[in-house]
């Protein structure tokens, strides 16, 4: 693929999210960087959600892992259902009564000021690391597809990356988001269902060649049901219930969309619309999956020793122009769709829990606090995927990476306790018990197969999490 083709498919593309950002940002206020007026419309929300929660990490390694882990991950995603339903009637309603903004404020509210700051606290450093992996990996991408063929340094292109989202973000906040994320949804889910449609015919198949084709595929169990495999249905729907409540229902992100709805019966149909459609995008991702390995075996093709590579590979060097003009459009819209709802969330979290935004009244100050805020995020994540450069060790980004998904569990346990419990807590001890509990839980998973006679943690690693919390919570609890 030519370089020359590609950037001008990325100059398109961000002088469209510039247009937007233009149009929706006019008048914004910085109350308007933060809940866009209460005036976004749920199905706009929704839509853009997908994009949100949908990173260049999925796009890429959910159709890679049905090698090694067939549909089992559609267990997992089965399990949102309870979890987006337990967001939008028990949580949502929470949130609205509120008023809140920030979500962790709530944890003020419940137990106290050490609370509050160690649930945002904790947010912002995964969210921070997060999507600083996701965007590392998007300009992996534009690296080669690029950068590189002009000699550009790679330090240079995340710069120029960095400084785009922070452009289009910077004044409209959450509002452009809405809108930004709703066009960037549009391409990723372009890209996927062209994929599937133009590698099917590759392979000489109509629709319901192509789904007998799946039906038949040695990939496309879906359920397991040994205890031990950490593939087990149990372990994974459980996981996904988890997963959606904490990293949705729990995350400054996602929610700060939601609450961005007129009132909540708006936010409600807009959480279980966007249930729906994940559901549904994340099954054609497995499908995808499918295709890519039947194509792979039927002309002889290496499988990569790292599964994450294939579907890139065979987009950009088999399946011709049309496949890899939409692959590099759906690996892009996913992966800015991702950072930018990060940025803006991680600016609201800090501007709200730490310099305490909701009693300022000076419109000029918080507007300048704000812009250097957004500055300094823009900074920090541009640092920390120069540090994913210079690490150059894919088995240690992920643990890190993975070691960022732990920080989740402390934000379960809090929230649990707080819900569920009318008990009060010594709020001091609650930064320690938020910090032991992830390192408990990384020692057990360490050592689980020795210590549990061969049994291996799913991601039901974040349930074990949350209890630890939880039981830590309950440790130092207090009367009155």
């Not at 099954?283 to 020793?305: V, W």
């Not at 459009?329 to 600016?347: C, F, H, K, R, V």
């Not at 934000?411 to 649990?416: D, I, R």
């Amino acid at each position: 693929m030519s370089p020359i083709l590609v950037l001008t498919i990325i100059v398109i593309y961000f002088s469209m999210l510039m247009a937007v950002a233009w149009y929706t940002s006019r008048g914004a206020t910085t109350d308007t960087f933060f809940t866009a007026d209460k005036s976004a419309p749920w199905y706009l929300v929704a839509f853009g959600m997908i994009g949100t929660s949908l990173s260049g990490v999925t796009f890429i390694s959910v159709p890679g892992a049905v090698g090694k882990h067939a549909f089992s991950y559609f267990q997992m995603v089965l399990g949102y259902l309870p979890g987006y339903a337990f967001i939008a009637l028990v949580l949502m309603p929470l949130y609205y009564r509120l008023n809140l903004v920030s979500i962790y404020t709530y944890l003020e509210e419940r137990f106290g000021f050490w609370s509050y700051k160690t649930g945002s606290f904790f947010f912002i450093l995964s969210r921070s690391i997060g999507s600083a992996f996701r965007l590392y990996l998007a300009a992996l991408v534009l690296q080669l597809g690029i950068f590189e063929h002009w000699g550009v340094p790679f330090e240079i292109n995340v710069m120029v990356t960095i400084a785009l989202i922070w452009i289009y973000t910077f004044k409209g906040g959450i509002k452009t988001i809405i809108f930004t994320d709703t066009l960037q949804t549009f391409f990723l889910v372009s890209a996927l269902i062209v994929s599937v449609f133009l590698i099917a015919g590759e392979l000489n198949l109509d629709f319901a060649g192509l789904v007998k084709s799946v039906e038949q595929s040695p990939y496309s169990q879906i359920f397991f049901w040994d205890w031990n495999d950490d593939k087990n249905f149990f372990k994974q729907f459980l996981a996904g219930t988890f997963i959606a409540i904490t990293m949705t229902g729990m995350d400054q992100d996602l929610m700060q969309k939601n609450l961005t709805c007129k009132n909540l019966r708006d936010a409600q149909k807009n959480m279980f619309s966007f249930c729906m459609v994940l559901i549904f995008v994340n099954f054609l991702f497995l499908t995808l999956g499918s295709l890519l390995y039947a194509y792979a075996n039927s002309r002889g093709i290496e499988i990569p020793a790292k599964t994450d590579n294939l579907y890139p590979m065979l987009a950009l060097n088999h399946f011709g122009l049309l496949v890899a003009v939409f692959f590099l459009l759906g690996i892009t819209a996913s992966s800015y769709a991702s950072a930018d709802s990060a940025l803006a969330s991680l600016t609201t979290a800090f501007c709200v829990d730490f310099l305490d935004f909701k009693n300022r009244s000076d419109e000029a100050e918080k507007a300048r606090l704000k812009l250097w805020v957004h500055v300094g995020f823009s900074a920090l994540l541009y640092f920390i995927i120069l540090i994913f450069k210079w690490i150059n060790d894919d088995a240690v980004i992920n643990a890190v990476f993975k070691v960022a998904g732990y920080t989740y569990g402390p934000l379960l346990g809090l929230f649990t306790f707080g819900l569920f419990t009318k008990v009060k807590v010594r709020d001091w001890a609650v930064p320690f018990v938020c910090v032991a509990s992830p390192v408990i839980c990384y020692i057990l998973n360490v050592n689980s197969e020795a210590w549990f006679n061969g049994f291996k943690f799913g991601f039901e690693l974040l349930v074990v999490n949350g209890a630890i919390t939880f039981l830590g919570l309950l440790l130092f609890s207090r009367r009155g």
